[in-house]
């Protein structure tokens, strides 16, 4: 079993930027693929970023490309997700994930384990 737990998250006005991060218990996180999904009230869970194994490749939403980074620290079982030019439309709760690799790395049932969530909020 994997726990991860999520923070970073809280309230920025618009075009100011916020870094999350995602922290991983037990020994296998380096074998696992890491992903962010983001869920508005109302809304569907919607994939936002997912890196490899090894850090070596990462994909991205179109509506975040350019403005967020998502990178890994398998030596302290970190994932983070730094985003810049925060829009409204980037308010959501924010949730890491974790998988094994798969083409399917856009889909929010492909992965195994999430954390609970935390809250970012853009203001206008």
């Known amino acids: 079993q994997v726990q991860l737990v999520e923070s970073g998250g809280g309230l920025v006005q618009a075009g100011g930027s916020l870094r999350l991060s995602c922290v991983a218990s037990?020994?296998?996180?380096?074998?696992?693929?890491m992903a962010w999904f983001r869920q508005a009230p109302g809304k569907d869970r919607e994939f936002v970023a997912r890196i490899s194994l090894g850090g070596t490749s990462d994909y991205y939403a179109d509506s975040v490309k350019g403005r967020f980074t998502i990178s890994r620290d398998n030596t302290k079982n970190t994932v983070s997700l730094q985003m810049n030019s925060l829009k409204p439309e980037d308010t959501a709760v924010y949730y890491c994930?974790?998988?094994?690799?798969?083409?399917?790395?856009?889909?929010?049932?492909?992965?195994?384990?999430w954390g609970q969530g935390t809250q970012v909020t853009v203001s206008s």
């Open positions: 994930a974790a998988g094994r690799p798969t083409i399917m790395y856009k889909n929010y049932d492909a992965y195994d384990y």
């Open positions: 037990g020994r296998t996180f380096s074998t696992l693929s």
